[in-house]
């Protein structure tokens, strides 16, 4: 199984600014800006980046959702978009059961392209 001290090798490997703000939780800071929270569960590994607040408007709020969904079905190869409270986040869970180094890249990358390639299409809903 991949250990507390593994994750934290991967997380040095990625070469990006890291804090670690809890015994099995990290933050580290993706080369757009974003935060990607990394939560060390087992049995799994959870990856985290807060996307935005939900617009006010119920309108444009089920117009988002729709998106979402759709980046979730067409778009998305590791995490999904979801909600958590008011605010829409990224998500994966990885098993730690044989993970390796490539595998978590991957899912960082994947991320880190969704939120990249979605942008654009994003900001129109964001509060303002």
């Given at each position: 199984?991949?250990?507390r001290e593994d994750i934290r090798s991967f997380l040095d490997r990625l070469d990006l600014p890291v804090e670690s703000v809890a015994e099995d939780m990290w933050v580290a800071r993706t080369t757009e800006g974003a935060e990607l929270v990394v939560h060390y569960a087992p049995p799994v590994l959870v990856l985290r980046v807060r996307v935005m607040q939900l617009p006010g408007d119920a309108v444009k709020a089920s117009?988002?959702?729709r998106m979402l969904l759709e980046f979730n079905a067409r778009d998305l190869v590791h995490g999904s978009y979801g909600i958590e409270?008011?605010?829409v986040v990224l998500t994966d869970a990885l098993e730690l059961?044989?993970?390796d180094f490539s595998e978590f890249e991957a899912s960082v990358d994947s991320l880190s392209?969704?939120?990249a390639s979605h942008l654009n299409a994003l900001t129109p809903f964001g509060e303002k």
């Amino acid at each position: 199984m991949t250990t507390r001290e593994d994750i934290r090798s991967f997380l040095d490997r990625l070469d990006l600014p890291v804090e670690s703000v809890a015994e099995d939780m990290w933050v580290a800071r993706t080369t757009e800006g974003a935060e990607l929270v990394v939560h060390y569960a087992p049995p799994v590994l959870v990856l985290r980046v807060r996307v935005m607040q939900l617009p006010g408007d119920a309108v444009k709020a089920s117009e988002l959702t729709r998106m979402l969904l759709e980046f979730n079905a067409r778009d998305l190869v590791h995490g999904s978009y979801g909600i958590e409270g008011d605010h829409v986040v990224l998500t994966d869970a990885l098993e730690l059961t044989d993970l390796d180094f490539s595998e978590f890249e991957a899912s960082v990358d994947s991320l880190s392209l969704a939120l990249a390639s979605h942008l654009n299409a994003l900001t129109p809903f964001g509060e303002k």
